[in-house]
């Protein structure tokens, strides 16, 4: 299905036709992201002997531009896109707005995943009324609200993401992805997120989690990541040290060991098909 025709765009290394032998895991990424923002992860996860597929959401990617969004809508459209695709039972794989996301899905379809990852995420964006939550919109909205393109404020809403020592080239493919997202869709995205809250599915989640936290993150802080962990069942809890909140184009060869690791623990009968990263 084509992006004119609304469809969901995927990004994979691999034919469909192998995916029935490989693990499929579907990367979801968040406000400022697209489907190429997982470019680091789609060879490395090919050759560990998994399936990756990136997914473009909603407004991303060549995408129709939103108005409006809702968390419901956003697991649907990629429910859709994983039954078009034929990925049985795949794994998730969510970074912030795709964190919440696959919480989401996690809830919607509580057998339909074999594991899920959230990265850089939480289980709620708490009180819309509160001081963080007013100053996040805010911060987020108010140069587009003095006429700037999302081009001439990537680099910046970037920079206030990353840790201190960043790969360059990831950072160059966040501030091009931040720079591609319609006004429109990020504008979606920001108010959506106020809405966001899985709180009372965590201790319901049948599938095994790992939430893979950044030591310099401010958005989905490792404290708070680390508690999230403590309400879902026999949920991994990792923080890699030096990153901030874009730990899959920071430092992306620790953001795969720490997945590929925790999949190869989570699904055991599977350890013989998924190699190290």
Known sequence: MSASQGGPISTSTQSAASADITVPVVFLHGIGGAGRIWEPQLKSFAEAGLHPVALDLLGYGGRPPVECLEFERLAQDVENAIGRDALDRPVLVGHSLGGMIAQSMLRRRPQGYRAAVLSGTSAAFGDASGEFQKKF????????????????????????????????????????????????????????????DERANLGQIQVPVLCLAGEHDRNAPARMMERMAGRIPSARYVCLPGVGHLANVEAPQAFDRAIVSFLREALPHLTAQISHA
């Open 137 to 196: 919109i805010a911060d987020r909205l108010e140069p587009l609200a003095r006429g700037k393109s999302m081009p001439q404020i990537a680099a910046d809403i970037v920079a206030g993401l990353l840790g201190p020592a960043p790969d360059p080239r990831g950072r160059a493919l966040a501030e091009s992805c931040m720079a591609a997202v319609p006004v429109s869709t990020y504008k979606a995205c920001v108010h959506c997120l106020t809405t966001f």
